[in-house]
């Protein structure tokens, strides 16, 4: 099944699951039960090239199934990148997705598409995936084994996207743009245990990190975002001083947290109304 033109009922924003199995079962289980279809995971969803990695795939995409659910993910910056990008493992569909299982798939960097609202006016909503962030624990980490250049986003690339003149109602992302408001960069606390514990090149390099996705954000608009990385929930609303938008920022927990700070669901028709509510106080 494409991405593209799909209406879906209910839908789900989901937290980091680090290929986490138990807990991620126990997120499953709560979306079925609140007749969710349609899962879009905010990145760090568990892509290694590992056994436990495959066994992860395995046990998830048979509860998807059962469930009769289908889970579209962003990267992270917790990803094996080459293998994520193995045409030969994981190929690219027509509708520009990765296929990672029968009811997994990867959504690349940049990727649009529209859900349609099931009703007589057949509303629209568009997404825009933005996966990638930059991992401030680098100094505990290896380069090409435990993290890889690919996990931050390239400013080329937004450069790229702003010159097809994409516009978006909902941003999935796994960092937070620079002026979302943010449970943790946002907590001054935070910040001087992260340079302590990682270092001012780090923090600022993390920083300087969601200035990037900012760029993208002030130009595409979106009314509404979704992020992960930080692990702490939160929703929280402002304005962006670019355009004037109201925007909604839905910040998860990782699945290993409560459920319900790892978890955002909501009716399509809900998100379309918290869209057009949000592009008329911008007016």
């Known amino acids: ?7 879906p009922t209910n839908i789900a924003f989901v937290g980091d699951w680090h290929g986490y199995t138990q807990a991620s079962r126990r997120i499953l289980t709560a979306l079925k039960q609140e007749n969710v279809s349609h899962i ?6 568990g892509i290694w090239n590992t056994q436990g990695t495959n066994l992860f795939l395995k046990d998830i995409n048979l509860r998807l199934k ?3 659910q289908i889970l579209y993910f962003v990267d992270g910056n917790h990803e094996e990148f080459p293998h994520l990008y193995n045409k030969k493992l994981f190929p690219m569909q027509a509708d520009g997705t990765r296929r990672i299982r029968s009811n997994i798939f990867h959504i690349p960097r940049g990727l649009t598409w529209k859900w349609f609202v099931d009703n007589d006016e057949n509303q629209p909503i568009t997404f825009l995936a933005m996966g990638g962030a930059y991992s401030i624990d680098r100094k505990y980490r290896k380069l090409n084994t435990s993290y890889w250049e690919e996990e931050c986003i390239d400013p ?5 996207l702003i010159g097809m003149q994409i516009k978006t109602d909902v941003l999935i992302s796994h960092d937070s743009p620079a002026d979302s408001p943010n449970p943790v960069t946002d907590d001054p606390l935070s910040q001087h245990q992260a340079m302590r514990f990682y270092g ?9 990190h969601r200035e990037t996705l900012q760029v993208l954000t002030d130009y595409v608009d979106p009314a509404v975002i979704a992020h992960g990385h930080y692990h702490k929930y939160r929703i929280s609303t402002h304005t962006r001083e670019a ?7 839905i910040s998860l927990s990782e699945n290993t947290d409560h459920t319900q700070k790892s978890i955002h669901v909501t009716s399509l028709q809900d998100l379309y109304n918290l869209v057009q509510s949000s592009r008329d106080q911008g007016e």
Do not use: C, P, W
Not at 156 to 160: L, N, T, Y
């Open 1 to 7: 099944m494409s991405i593209h033109n799909q209406a």
């Open 40 to 45: 879009l995971h905010t990145g760090d969803f």
């Open 66 to 68: 059962y469930n009769n």
């Open 156 to 160: 080329e690339h937004i450069q790229k």
């Open 200 to 208: 001012r090149t780090h923090l600022d390099a993390s920083n300087a």
């Open 243 to 249: 355009t004037g938008t109201e925007v909604t920022t």
